[in-house]
């Protein structure tokens, strides 16, 4: 009996430095997103962004940006390794998601609702209808190969779980 207690105290002990652990590497990200956010960029990098985040063409937003024909496509693919633009472009994209009332919510919603009208049978749709439906079903995890583990299960758990998908 003591046994057992000593065991779920150990697994609790676990389940909550996964959590700290979880919260930690969280906040560190966001630190660094904001450090690199904070880095100027020059006038040529924001440019850069600015065009990018429009088709998120890079050889394009290059070229528009003002590097040269011969420079732009080696130059985006440099810059779009750079912490500093890579987060000066996703800030850029959460604020336009924002202000086009553009959530997950709102394209769910119309990915069912183009679905529903593609498998109306007067004009059935079956490429479109297939299509909504892929898309929802990879929203859902339904089509996914990939093994989802929890860090707070206990790597007796993990293991198993990694035989049981070999098999």
């Known amino acids: 009996m003591v046994a057992d207690n000593d065991n779920s105290m150990d ?15 969280e906040a ?3 630190r660094k997103e904001a450090e690199a ?4 960029l020059t006038p040529k990098e924001y440019r850069f962004c600015q065009e990018y985040v429009k088709d ?5 937003a290059a070229r ?5 024909e ?13 912490a500093n633009i890579k987060a000066r472009i996703a800030d850029m994209q959460r604020r336009i998601a924002k202000m086009a009332e553009i959530d997950a919510t709102y394209v ?11 498998m109306v ?14 898309l929802l079903g990879k929203h859902l995890k339904l089509f996914t190969d990939k093994l989802e583990l929890d860090a707070s299960e206990s790597l007796s758990g993990i293991i198993a779980k990694l035989l049981k998908a070999k098999t």
Do not use: H, W
Not at 11 to 25: F, P
Not at 64 to 68: F, I, K, L, P, T
């Open 70 to 82: 011969n420079s732009a496509t080696p130059q985006a693919s440099r810059m779009l390794t750079k």
């Open 11 to 25: 697994e609790l002990q676990q389940r909550v430095d996964a959590e700290k652990a979880a919260k930690q590497a």
């Open 121 to 134: 049978k007067e004009d059935f749709n079956p490429t479109g209808a297939i299509k909504s439906l892929e």
């Open 64 to 68: 528009d940006a003002g590097y040269s």
């Open 37 to 40: 956010l904070n880095k100027l």
């Open 56 to 60: 998120l063409n890079g050889a394009r």
């Open 108 to 118: 769910l919603t119309n990915i069912k609702e183009v679905g529903e009208r593609c």
């Open 28 to 30: 560190d990200a966001k």
